[in-house]
């Protein structure tokens, strides 16, 4: 298509852009429009395909112009920024719309373009890599769950102790003591004493209870529950007794070993170590990169344009609108937006910087890394390769694809010129690796 395009910069990264298509070009269009209207049209009195086009223009001449340039404008501004060599953030606002039959169509677009960001003190920065080192404890506490999921449990006849199942009924009570309707649950199999118990408060309380007795109970919830809205809150509740159940675990030998996969209990053990190491690794290298692209924004200050961070937060919307589909909550967008609008802004910058590094010192992707990343997707699918292939060219994802991969290498590339300080954590708790 013709055109003539003048953009004018504005304050930050807005700009306008005044486009001109030629009278030459929009006739083309009107006319091939008329003729397809004249093919297609019902009208009394004219058989359909024999309508004479000026009986198309005098009845309908308005409403197909109309169509037309609501099809024009688009394509020639998509064209032109094309051509003007900008990268558009934001959708147009298109406004002053000019035509008059037999000449030019003019418009303006007035968006905010993608900021030219130069990169800058990228090599050298200082950052810690946590080092995550894998315990026996570790190890222990790991083969620990393993022996509690495979325990066999049996009716005993007499109290119950830390370590017991309890099979009761149970009933909430509101402040004063008074059964809460609705409240009320049948047959809970309970663990007292368990290393992720929800109470120890209530477990203490259980402690020589026994089949058949009735007994009130009123505790806290450990401070430390992932749930906040049960952490630290304080509950009561009539409960029935029904069963002790005694529960008897299997002994750490290589009989347990094989039940788990491994031919012997040093294998078992040796396999639990290298799944830790390998997952305290990722912990670590998650965490040095966070470090390393917080210490490049430091290094680069800028305010990323608002429109690339409403897009993140619109996709953060979505996000939480699918992870929540099906609850009978309302989904509060502004509060979602409101707690994500620094991460937004976080991920802006970083983009746009990693963007920046990567046109300055010229990484790109090869054909065969796009390959081997296909590859990998499709053995993750468990899916052939060329169907895979298929599916991401139809689906438009090789490019996200290829920015991803551009990312990576990317980050790789600063990782490797940093000066990094490695920095030993040890988490909080027996044998417990924490996931930041």
């Given amino acids: 298509m013709d055109f003539k395009v003048n953009v004018t910069e504005g304050e930050g990264g807005k700009r306008t852009m005044e486009v001109e298509v030629p009278a030459a070009t929009v006739e083309a269009r009107l006319q091939a429009a008329y003729l397809n209207y004249s093919k297609t049209l019902n009208l009394p009195g004219f058989r359909k395909g024999k309508i004479p086009l000026n009986i ?176 630290g809150r304080e509950m009561a509740f009539s409960m029935t007794v029904k069963d002790v159940r005694e529960r008897i675990l299997p002994a750490l030998d290589d009989e347990f070993a094989k039940d788990h996969g491994a031919e012997t209990f040093k294998a078992l053990e040796d396999r639990i170590r290298e799944g830790l190491q390998a997952q305290a690794d990722y912990v670590a290298r998650r965490r040095i990169e966070t470090n390393l692209l917080s210490a490049l924004i430091q290094e680069n200050p800028f305010d990323p344009p608002e429109a690339m961070v409403e897009n993140a937060l619109n996709a953060m919307v979505e996000d939480y609108k699918k992870e929540h589909e099906g609850h009978d909550h309302p989904i509060d967008e502004a509060h979602v937006r409101e707690q994500g609008r620094d991460l937004a802004v976080y991920q802006v910058r970083t983009h746009l910087l990693i963007e920046a590094v990567a046109q300055k010192e010229g990484i790109a992707v090869t054909d065969e890394e796009m390959d081997e990343r296909i590859r990998q997707i499709a053995e993750a699918g468990r899916q052939g390769l060329e169907a895979v292939k298929r599916a991401l060219q139809r689906n438009q994802q090789l490019d996200r694809i290829r920015r991803d991969l551009v990312a990576e290498k990317t980050i790789q590339f600063l990782i490797d010129r940093a000066q990094i300080e490695e920095v030993e954590e040890v988490p909080e708790g027996e044998g417990r690796i924490i996931i930041p």
């Fill in 56 to 231: 198309v223009k005098s009845r309908f001449g308005k409403a197909i112009e109309g169509e037309v340039l609501n099809d024009l404008i688009p394509e020639a501004y998509d064209q032109a920024w094309r051509t003007s060599g900008i990268e558009p953030v934001s959708q147009p606002v298109i406004d002053d719309v000019a035509y008059t039959s037999g000449e030019s169509l003019r418009f303006k677009a007035s968006l905010e373009v993608k900021p030219e960001i130069e990169a800058r003190n990228y090599t050298g920065l200082r950052v810690t890599r946590p080092a995550y080192p894998v315990r026996d404890s570790h190890v222990e506490r790991h083969i620990r769950g393993l022996r509690e999921q495979s325990a066999e449990d049996r009716s005993v006849e007499r109290p119950a102790q830390l370590g017991d199942l309890l099979v009761a009924d149970l009933q909430e009570l509101d402040a004063s003591g008074v059964p809460i309707l609705g409240r009320r649950v049948e047959d809970r199999t309970i663990l007292i004493g368990g290393e992720r118990t929800f109470s120890h408060d209530f477990d203490n309380q259980m402690i020589g209870v026994a089949k058949g007795e009735e007994r009130r109970v009123r505790f806290t919830y450990n401070r430390d529950l992932q749930d906040p809205d049960l952490a």
